[in-house]
């Protein structure tokens, strides 16, 4: 009878082990966010060096990806499956607020979203918001200008990412897929600043 108590405890443990993975699984890891960010800033520099716009900043805080609030009627589905869909929800439920760290993010200079948000509090309502702001971002960072990722927003297999990058000029919507073990991007909304 003792036996059969520390099988069935057993039993029960490894099958709350294999459930436990499972969920893990579904869901998308600091890592995971970290090795994509490295990737779509090493596809940003080369864009950017063909540019000959190379931005030194990278803002920390991930923003919430346009489509949440910039563009409601997004079809997702035309990107993703549909059982992505809660998934995709879920991700950006859980990582509002997302920080990058520098030590884990050598090619920019992270700088804070918060100094960035300030520099328009004390202005005039008489002075152009715009000007502002680049007055007073200037006088701290120079002209060396910034970079701003979104969540990267992950299917569940994790072989599709949409991520949106912008700049002081614009910004765009990018796909990434995953084929043949190698990610593959295309640039699916391009907007101006």
């Given at each position: 009878m003792k036996s059969f108590i520390?099988?069935?405890?057993?039993t029960v443990f490894l099958i709350g082990c294999t459930n436990q993975r499972k969920t893990d699984s579904?869901?998308?890891t600091d890592d995971e966010i970290y090795v994509f960010v490295k990737m779509v800033l090493k596809d940003l520099e080369k864009t950017q060096k063909l540019e000959g716009t190379q931005d030194y900043y990278l803002i920390d805080q991930l923003a919430t990806p346009s489509f949440v609030y910039d563009n409601p009627s997004f079809k997702l589905d035309k990107y993703f499956q549909k059982?992505?869909?809660?998934f995709i929800q879920k991700q950006i439920g859980e990582r509002e607020n997302f920080l990058l760290?520098?030590?884990?993010i050598k090619s920019k200079r992270i700088i804070s979203q918060k100094i960035i948000d300030s520099f328009n509090n004390d202005r005039k309502d008489n002075i152009d918001r715009k000007s502002h702001f680049l007055k007073n971002y200037t006088k701290k960072y120079g002209?060396?200008?910034y970079d701003k990722?979104?969540?990267?927003i992950f299917s569940k297999d994790k072989k599709t990412v949409l991520i949106d990058i912008s700049s002081f000029f614009g910004g765009k919507t990018i796909i990434y897929r995953k084929e043949n073990n190698k990610w593959k991007s295309d640039i699916i909304v391009g907007w101006t600043g």
């Open positions: 520390q099988y069935l405890f057993l579904l869901k998308v059982d992505d869909l809660d760290l520098q030590d884990s002209k060396n200008f990722l979104s969540l990267p």
